[in-house]
């Protein structure tokens, strides 16, 4: 009787057969993963980018820009007029150390867009005193050593000229004990007040005194 016909295949021809089988799959993908890669978005026009013109004053000196219209107040202040004492440090408003003040209030300048100050007044640090004759805040902050690294130290110094106006005019803090009184001087209301300006050197105590003695007090 003959024998059924029996197909001789050796581990090795199996090997062979599964090799071939994975490279005829594997090709198409290798081919598309040679294939260039797709050109990068073209970046827009400069006719693309929307602009304003925008005139106020900084540290008494009439200012026109035609700046890009997501340009922050801090970016004009130190790229385009310069003015390079306004420091950008966090650039998310947490730090400080941009606050100037505008049309008498201090701001974060880097959460702030310059088309938002049409006609505004803003003083930054060089706009309140010089070398020669520093701004009594300044020369309190030399005088008690308020500062260390110095880059918070302007932020620290137009926040604090604007901590006393705010005194003077009656506003509260949360800290105030009764929000319809005068709020007082006392180093709870200040700390409180300047404890958006961040000092990573850790001279509050000395910044503290500095702003007492320019309001009247005894350090």
């Keep these: 009787m003959d024998r059924p016909c029996e197909t001789a295949l050796s581990r090795r021809d199996v090997?062979?057969?599964g090799a071939a089988s994975v490279a005829a799959v594997a090709a198409p993908m290798s081919a598309d993963a040679a294939s260039p890669p797709s050109p990068p978005a073209a970046a827009p026009?400069?006719?693309?980018?929307?602009?304003?013109k925008v005139s106020?004053?900084?540290?008494?000196?009439?200012?026109?820009?035609?700046?890009?219209?997501?340009?922050?107040?801090?970016?004009?202040?130190r790229e385009h007029l310069h003015l390079t004492g306004t420091k950008k440090g966090c650039d998310h408003g947490q730090c400080g150390a941009c606050t100037a003040i505008v049309d008498g209030r201090r701001i974060n300048?880097?959460?702030?867009?310059?088309?938002?100050?049409e006609g505004a007044q803003v003083t930054t640090i060089e706009g309140l005193g010089t070398p020669d004759r520093l701004h009594p805040m300044q020369a309190a902050f030399v005088k008690h050593d308020g500062y260390q690294c110095g880059y918070c130290t302007p932020g620290q110094i137009c926040s604090a000229v604007a901590v006393l106006e705010e005194?003077?005019?009656?506003?509260?803090?949360?800290?105030?004990?009764?929000?319809?009184?005068?709020?007082?001087?006392?180093?709870?209301?200040?700390?409180?007040?300047?404890?958006?300006?961040?000092?990573?050197?850790?001279?509050?105590?000395?910044?503290?005194?500095?702003?007492?003695?320019?309001?009247?007090?005894?350090?």
């Design 56 to 77: 106020f004053t900084v540290n008494g000196q009439a200012r026109t820009l035609d700046v890009d219209t997501r340009t922050t107040l801090l970016d004009a202040l």
């Design 167 to 219: 005194l003077r005019a009656g506003i509260p803090s949360h800290v105030s004990a009764d929000l319809t009184a005068r709020p007082l001087l006392s180093e709870l209301e200040l700390r409180e007040r300047m404890s958006g300006n961040i000092c990573r050197c850790g001279a509050y105590s000395n910044i503290v005194e500095a702003i007492t003695e320019v309001a009247g007090r005894p350090a």
């Design 109 to 117: 300048t880097c959460l702030s867009l310059l088309a938002m100050h």
């Design 15 to 17: 090997l062979i057969a």
């Design 45 to 52: 026009s400069a006719e693309a980018i929307s602009t304003l």
